[in-house]
């Protein structure tokens, strides 16, 4: 698993040196992959909030409407 590496190896009892794999602990590690997780969820959340009056407002169609029709057309 990407987010979780080494996991299914101590699941299966295979042997999995994840310092000298990785270059850090694999409490370390974790905080990180969560950390960029919980960002990304968090930028998702704002932008899905922030977005509320774009989805509740209906969408005109500007080609229909013969006042925004172009001059000369």
């Known amino acids: 698993m990407a987010i979780f ?3 299914l190896e ?3 009892g ?7 794999t990785w270059g850090v ?3 370390t590690f974790e905080a990180f992959a969560l950390g960029t997780l919980a960002s990304i969820l968090a930028l998702g959340i ?11 407002d209906p969408v005109t169609d500007p080609s229909k409407d013969s ?7």
Do not use: C, H, I, W
Not at 14 to 20: A, G, M, P
Not at 46 to 56: F, I, L, M, T
């Open 46 to 56: 704002v932008g899905y909030v922030r977005g509320n009056k774009v989805r509740r």
């Open 5 to 7: 590496p080494g996991t």
């Open 25 to 27: 602990s694999q409490v």
């Open 14 to 20: 295979l042997d999995y040196d994840f310092e000298e």
């Open 10 to 12: 101590m699941l299966f």
């Open 67 to 73: 006042e925004a029709a172009l001059p000369g057309v």
